[in-house]
């Protein structure tokens, strides 16, 4: 049988409720604690007063950075770094989306590194151990509660540029569904479906091996059945849908993405669209692209699923996400632009690819 490596060092609850549960036991990783999260849905949710009660009741001391922006830069990490060193906070509890956990992963390793965080971009080594994390997702997409991933906006390159490090996993995650309740429809869809794309493209990666590919297909599988009644509303659907993405991002802290993120991070940082929906957008084209192009058997085996790739364009579209890049105010002028976004976005995704060679002109042009 062929080798395997795969490497689960957060230890997960996945339960309704479980943040009253499980969220005291933060103890055991520091003494003040920097709840590092955005700056809307933590409090319109409900979920501030939540966490502030049980931390008030444990008697556990917090500060509290509220200000990680939608697509946080790099900037945006030393700001939060500024800010924990200040409070004197060790250890980080990260909540929100992949942006939230992203950027408390971020500032646990840069306290207690020099420098700056960009300079941890790629498999870097470094001195010393970064801040324990505990991370509670509020998205059913990212995935980032399980995996050794910061990705950050980089302005200097106009791309997204990803930190990779073990240290920086995530010692506990708390999936506790209630917190999808007040999730909007868009954003079920939205995260959802990155969910959809980590699946899809780890699958495609060459690091995939036996054990990711069982994590990969069974998320797939789950959200093809779900994830469309998660979008209208169903609380069962959404839990399922949750738990795959927590599939979804076992997957991928093996295997890296590959080019449907590449490409999306170009959509992301010039045209501000959602990553999720970034990714949903591009999936169908890239997949017909790589059909073509070396990936074949690849593809059929996950046809099993989703049967052809025009399938999945229909899917996106019925969970009302949009499915051409015209539709998201992409011009055809700016296709040029585009194509040399994706080649700076693509870097890393490359290395994840049997093949070397992209036409991207040729698959925007069909996404357009
Ligand atoms: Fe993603």
């Known amino acids: 049988m062929e080798k395997i490596y795969f490497y689960l060092p ?57 200000n990680v922006k939608p697509e946080p830069d790099t900037e945006n990490v030393e700001e939060g770094v500024e800010f924990c060193k200040k409070e004197g906070c060790d250890c980080i509890v990260a909540i929100g989306g992949g942006s939230a956990i992203d950027v408390g992963k971020a500032i646990a390793l840069r306290s207690k590194n020099s420098g700056r965080i960009e300079n941890y971009f790629g498999e870097k080594e470094y001195e010393n151990e970064p801040l324990p994390v505990i991370a509670i997702p509020t998205t059913c997409g990212t995935g980032s509660e399980v995996t ?10 106009n791309t997204k540029k990803t930190i990779i490090s073990d240290r920086i996993i995530p010692k506990v995650a708390i999936l506790d569904s209630s917190v999808l309740d007040t999730l909007p429809e868009s954003l079920v869809a939205a995260t959802g479906m990155d969910a959809f794309s980590h699946s899809a493209e780890s699958f495609l990666s060459v690091k995939k091996d036996k054990l990711s590919e069982i994590f990969s297909i069974e998320s ?102 949009p499915v051409r890049l015209k539709d998201i105010g992409v011009k055809e002028d700016d296709i040029d632009e585009l194509v040399k976004l994706s080649k700076t976005g693509c870097e890393r995704a490359l290395k994840n690819m049997k093949i070397k060679e992209i036409d991207f002109r040729e698959i925007l042009i069909s996404a357009f």
């Open 10 to 66: 957060t230890k997960v609850f996945f339960e309704k409720g479980g943040i009253e549960k499980y969220l005291p036991q933060i103890k055991n990783y520091g003494n003040k604690f920097l709840i590092v999260s955005g700056r809307n849905f933590i409090f319109r949710s409900g979920l501030f007063e939540r966490i502030k009660n049980i931390l008030e009741k444990e008697r556990i001391e917090f500060s509290h950075f509220s």
């Open 148 to 157: 050794r991933y910061s990705v950050l906006v980089y302005r200097k390159e």
């Open 220 to 321: 797939l599988k789950i959200l093809w059945e779900f994830l469309p009644s998660a979008v209208k509303g169903d609380d069962e659907s959404k839990e399922k849908v949750f738990f795959s993405s927590l599939l979804a991002g076992f997957a991928i802290n093996k295997t890296g993405t590959i080019i449907v993120h590449g490409i999306g991070y170009s959509l992301t940082v010039k045209y501000g669209i959602h990553h999720g929906t970034a990714n949903a957008l591009l999936l169908p084209y890239v997949f017909k692209y790589l059909y073509k192009n070396g990936y074949r058997e690849e593809i059929e085996r996950l046809g099993n699923i989703f049967g052809k790739v025009e399938n999945i364009k229909n899917f996106v579209k019925k969970l009302g996400l």
